[in-house]
């Protein structure tokens, strides 16, 4: 295996038709994860020393492609802008009504030019987990791929205050060296990171291998995967070709498809967790926010969900699903041959 990179053997079984029955905490059925994706400040921009504006999931990128040479496109920016100066503050008003916490997966150069929304998120108690250092800009090889991990871990920290953050890890859509980097890291500052998040495979977290003992050798302490899912996603008001929503309603009604199937199934006798990713710039406009809304309502009648953090769920899963006992789930079942 190169020394560069790293992916754990491919598994299509994992847990099978024998998914892990213990419930989530006080008996609930579903576990609801909220994500914010924190990216405006961190994006593609000269006025962030980078040749080129950016290029997608602003509200202009399906016919207006990156300007490059060094020159600032102000359209584009004004719509990152928007994310911060009105989406967050309306986002984090509807949060407070129903007293509940979302895992920020935050570009560290985002937080580094909105400070005062990083000190807040920290002290209001939600999760400050790490979306990379730059949004999309992970480096071309490991070493410049620590670099950036190095330099997100230590932008989170003084810009929250906080000692140990990042409590978890979202690349998304990265380079197979970010992961290594970001286990080899873990490693050397001994900050705890409970879970990684660059998955998409499951609907229930699972173990891995580690990826430094599988490269480096030495003791293996195993990666708690949380997935992700690019279904419940607000990117889907941006996805065109059919394939992403453009009503409001449509979101909701897909929210709440997948969290009755989930729910049904977590009745049932094998629980599930559902992620809502959100992003400042996307739901939080006026309109798209009321299916925000109209779900986060919707949520709050079902008295069996459990809606938490990933810092949460890990911790649960931990306690009862430990590495050393439960380990890989690709060990539960033959692996495939990769020679075909």
């Keep these: 295996m190169p020394t560069d990179a790293w992916l754990p053997p491919r598994d299509y079984v994992g847990y ?15 576990a609801v994860s909220f994500v914010l994706n924190y990216e405006e400040g ?25 300007i490059h040479g060094g020159q600032r496109d102000g359209v584009v920016e004004d719509m990152f802008e928007w994310g911060i100066r009105q989406g967050l503050p309306r986002l984090i008003k509807l949060f407070r009504q129903y007293g509940w916490k979302w ?26 987990a790490c979306h990379g ?27 929250t205050g906080l000692t140990d953050v990042p409590t978890g890890w979202f690349g998304g859509g990265v380079p197979n060296h970010t992961k290594l980097a970001r286990a080899e890291v873990h490693r050397e500052r001994q900050v705890p990171l409970l879970y990684c998040s660059d998955t998409y495979a499951a609907d229930v977290p699972y173990w891995v291998q580690d990826p430094y003992a599988a490269v480096h050798g030495g003791e293996d302490k195993g990666m708690l995967m949380i997935p992700y899912s690019l279904c419940t996603n607000d990117h889907r008001f941006f996805v065109s070709q059919g394939a992403g929503v453009s009503k409001p309603d449509d979101w909701f009604d ?14 049932a006798g ?21 299916a925000l ?17 990933r810092r949460e769920i890990a911790a649960h899963w931990r306690e009862h699903y430990p590495y050393d006992k439960v380990g890989a789930t690709d060990q539960l079942h033959p692996t495939a041959d990769a020679s075909a």
């Excluded at 250092?133 to 003084?158: C, M, P, Y």
């Excluded at 897909?254 to 009745?267: A, H, I, P, R, T």
Aim: proline share 6%; charged share 25%; with cysteine.
């Design 16 to 30: 099978g038709g024998d998914s892990p029955k213990v419930l989530w905490p006080g008996n609930k059925v579903i």
């Design 42 to 66: 961190a994006e593609h921009t000269p006025w962030n020393g980078d040749d080129q504006s950016c290029d997608s999931l602003h509200e202009l990128h399906y016919d207006r492609p990156a």
């Design 103 to 128: 895992t920020t997966w935050t570009c560290a150069r985002a937080f580094e030019v909105t400070p005062t929304y990083a000190k807040l998120l920290a002290d209001e108690g939600h999760e400050i």
């Design 133 to 159: 250092n730059r949004w999309r800009i992970h480096g071309t090889n490991l070493a410049e791929a620590k670099a950036h991990v190095h330099k997100s871990f230590d932008r989170l920290q003084a810009t």
């Design 254 to 267: 897909l929210l709440k498809s997948e969290f009755d199937q989930l729910y049904e199934e977590g009745q």
């Design 270 to 290: 094998s629980p599930k967790m559902m992620t809502i990713a959100m992003h400042n710039r996307f739901v939080c406009k006026p309109g798209r926010t009321m």
């Design 293 to 309: 809304k109209r779900f986060m309502a919707y949520v709050a009648t079902k008295p069996d969900a459990w809606v938490c953090t």
